[in-house]
């Protein structure tokens, strides 16, 4: 299962506290009550929540006390009145959610404590989307330090909780767009947004928005966070679309935009749709596991245990290899793990080597492209599951590729392979054409060998290598002697 | 009102609210214990507490970073606060069963003298608002008893919406009027200003969080500018730290960001009497530093 529903909705209290004090107020009430309807018609088993106002430090936060209870007073707002609230979490998910995190290099834990302060725009999203507590709920908290690396991760975090989990999704951002206030109150009925330059941005996103392109706004976030006032970097946009899925596939809906008290506060709905307009020129990277963006000043060497992120590259292993600084991460003593830049990325939370002593153990390898995914030789199913003709030799020849660049990456070579598993999904169609490409390209090398048939590959592809290789500087005689001893 | 001729800041303090340091206290109130932890800052708190126990004082005033404001400058305006504060940031190490009272004529009195000055002041009247975690922990920090009432003032987020300039400009204009009010009412106040120096957390905490071998600055730089700003306030060279404190928060990501230190020496008109440094250490890589200020009439009262 999957997203079934994305929304952005607004973090200000006033379309809860007094929603007819002014003409915006109403429209983004009644814009929650549309969004509330469309929640219903999906029929969820799961709200997750990414809220810009629950600020947190220690790497990320997820909400797990299972019926939190309280009556809130918003700082800003407290003459508005108060809140009371009893919602409704899940707290299977949250740490099913945290452990993916975790998984997947992020640092994210569960709070369960009597009292927890649940942040003013997750109690008004709640109390008006999901009022009687029907659908149960799951919240993330902001990370302050976070970029986009970060915050896209936690979104495929939460993706891979919704799927382990069979989850039927309504994924909602709890954010304004622009967030400038004015500096003092404004009567209601004369709130305006507090600068032109904020509104005039703010519309363009939600234009796209409007067309159902999310990815493309989640790209816009830098350009909008530096022309205008942007809600926490727009951070809650990155999450959403690495949750729900980062294309532009959605039918898009802004439901309501309006001032409250200057800030920009939009009700934008996004429904998945596969024939809605699909845009794949992207810019930003798509990262699949974290590895750190800050704390660039840390001593070489620091820890994971003592520094806030890990060191920014690795010790080399010795000056006569030298391995580029960004391959290797360092996870724990006595192993480093690859990252190749010229290698097809990663499809889950893996990394394409590892290296324990004096051998580097690759993850399977496919036939995929760096960059653009394509595969040479073509699909074996297109995007509609109809089998298609493909080359198997093709595909052959580009896996074995990509085995050497990841191999190269490491400081090793395809001359340094000495074990090799082959998956085939075909293997009365496709043996003989693997078979004479492997012998062109690896029998001299002369690897031990065992090919199996199974059912299917995670990608429409033919074949898959498992492959152990020795490190660039392990000395390979002794190496064997070891192995042979 | 004619003015009190008792009414004046008795004293002022630099008293940052990281919560670490009451969860190694362990006092009744707070629902988590811990072995040990920041014992240089807490032995620090013990000297300023020593100190202040000689003066008379009727109110504390606190400026708080973690009481955010986006629309002006806000006091707490219900005499009697009672409940439960929890860290949104560090839960495990703060869940603080508080009960305070708060001396409402001095609030309302600083609210009337920032709108004469210009200032968006509000009294905050919800008796349901829960008091922030900053305002107690330097509160209790300093004065453990409870015995005083206290004013709490918010952050506005004026450096944020505009720069650090106007930001300064607005907060020792708010210094002023608070000096203003505290005059005007008679009271003999301590002042304390709850924000650290230097403020880039590390992300990640040691599995115990009182684990010292963990604890240091997250940069270098940041402490060479949390030791130039200490300096200038031993020296009594407050104008000067003012003059530099829009760079200052640039250059060490510092949380005098939030107005609670410029706010405070606004309303002491700038010591130019050296300060006592009670204490300086590092709480999760963030600078963290406990100053008192005691102008020359109490010095001479303490020593009558």
């Known amino acids: 299962m999957t997203v079934e529903l994305a929304l952005i909705v607004p973090r200000m209290p006033h379309p809860l506290l007094c929603p007819d004090a002014s003409e915006g107020y109403r429209a983004l009430a009644d814009a929650y009550a549309e969004a509330r309807r469309r929640i219903e018609a999906v029929q969820p088993d799961l709200i997750v929540l990414y809220s810009a106002g629950w600020n947190s430090i220690l790497g990320h936060q997820v909400q797990a006390d299972p019926a ?66 029907r659908f149960p709920a799951s919240v993330v908290s902001c990370n302050i330090y976070a970029d986009r690396a970060e915050t896209v991760v936690l979104g495929k975090a939460a993706a891979d909780a919704i799927r382990a989990q069979n989850r039927r999704v309504v994924a909602i951002a709890v954010t304004n767009i622009s967030h400038r206030l004015h500096s003092v109150p404004v009567p209601p009925d004369q709130d305006r947004f507090a600068s032109l330059k904020d509104d ?51 039918s898009g809906e802004v439901l309501a935009y309006a001032p409250v008290q200057g800030a920009g506060c939009a009700v934008v709905s996004l429904k998945p749709d596969a024939l809605a307009v699909a845009n794949l020129e992207f810019d930003e990277d798509d990262v699949d596991v974290y590895r ?106 580009a896996v074995i590729d990509n085995v050497r660049r990841i191999l190269e990456a490491a400081g090793s ?36 060998r065992t090919t199996l048939a199974i059912r299917a590959l995670p990608t429409p592809i033919a074949i898959e ?10 000395d390979l005689a002794s190496l064997t002697g070891v192995m042979g001893g | 009102m004619a003015e009190s001729p008792t009414g004046r800041i008795v004293a002022g303090a630099l008293s940052p609210h990281p919560p670490h340091l009451v969860y190694a206290e362990n006092p009744p109130q707070n629902e988590p214990s811990a072995e040990c932890g920041w014992e240089g800052l807490r032995w620090g708190y013990e000297r300023l507490r020593r100190t202040l126990d000689q003066l008379d004082i ?79 922990t330097s509160c209790q920090l300093t004065r453990p008893a409870w015995d005083l009432p206290i004013v709490a003032i918010s952050s506005s987020r004026v450096y944020f919406d505009f720069n650090n300039d106007v930001g300064d400009r607005q907060m020792v204009a708010l210094g002023r009027a608070t ?41 270098h730089g940041q402490y060479l500018w949390d030791m130039h700003v200490l300096d200038l306030m031993r020296r009594g060279r407050t104008r000067q730290l003012m003059a530099e404190m829009p760079d200052y928060i640039e250059h060490a990501t510092s949380e005098c960001k939030d107005g609670s230190l410029s706010w405070l020496l606004g309303a002491m008109e700038f010591p130019d009497y050296p300060a006592e440094v009670h204490a300086y250490g590092t709480v999760i890589g963030t600078g963290n530093a406990i100053v008192g200020w005691i102008p020359p009439e109490t010095a001479a009262e303490v020593a009558r």
């Open chain 1, 292 to 397: 750190g963006d800050r704390n660039v000043l840390a001593p070489a060497g620091e820890t994971a245990s003592t520094a806030g992120t890990p060191a920014p590259s690795a010790p080399r292993r010795s000056e006569a290899t030298p391995v580029a600084a960004k391959s290797p991460a360092r996870r724990g003593t006595g192993r480093v793990d690859v990252a190749a830049d010229r290698a097809p990325k990663p499809v889950g939370a893996y990394p394409h080597a590892r290296r324990v002593g004096d051998l580097l153990y690759l993850s399977g390898v496919g036939p995929r492209q760096a960059g653009t995914d394509a595969i040479p030789g073509g699909p074996i199913r297109n995007a509609d599951g109809v089998a298609q003709e493909y080359d198997i030799e093709a595909q052959t020849r």
């Open chain 1, 465 to 474: 290598l498992k492959v152990v290789a020795a490190a660039g500087d392990a």
């Open chain 2, 179 to 219: 000096r203003r009010a505290i005059e005007r009412t008679g009271r003999r106040a301590l002042l304390l200003a709850s924000n650290s120096l230097s403020h880039r957390h590390f992300t990640q905490e040691p599995e115990i969080p009182e684990d010292m071998s963990h604890e240091r600055i997250y940069h």
């Open chain 1, 413 to 448: 070579s395809l001359d340094r392979v000495l074990d090799v598993t082959t998956f085939l999904v075909d293997m009365d169609r496709d043996f003989k054409g693997y078979n004479r490409v492997y012998a062109e390209l690896l029998g001299g090398i002369g690897p031990t």
């Open chain 2, 58 to 136: 009727d109110v504390i005033v606190v400026h708080s970073p973690h009481w955010k404001t986006s629309q002006g400058h806000h006091v707490l305006g219900v005499p009697e606060f009672k409940s439960l504060s929890v860290d949104p940031i560090f839960p495990h190490l703060f869940r603080f069963h508080y009960d305070l009272s708060v001396d409402v004529e001095l609030a309302e009195a600083i609210a009337e003298e920032g709108q004469a000055g210009g200032l968006a002041m509000h009294v905050m009247r919800n008796p349901d608002f829960r008091v922030d975690y900053g305002t107690i």
């Open chain 1, 200 to 250: 005039e941005w703010t519309r363009k996103l939600l234009e796209i928005l409007d067309e159902g392109r999310l990815e493309d706004v989640s790209q816009l976030a830098r350009t909008f966070t530096a022309q205008a006032h942007a809600d926490s970097k727009l951070k809650g946009i990155w999450w959403l679309a690495s949750c729900a899925g980062a294309h532009n596939r959605y």
């Open chain 1, 68 to 133: 939190p209870e309280w009556v809130h007073v918003d700082q800003d707002f407290h003459a508005l009145g108060s809140i009371p609230y009893k919602l409704r979490m899940d707290p299977g998910f949250a740490d099913a959610m945290t452990e993916a995190g975790q998984a997947r290099g992020l640092r994210v834990r569960t709070v369960s404590y009597k009292g927890f302060p649940i942040d003013t725009g997750t109690v008004t999203a709640l109390k008006l989307l999901n009022p009687d507590n």
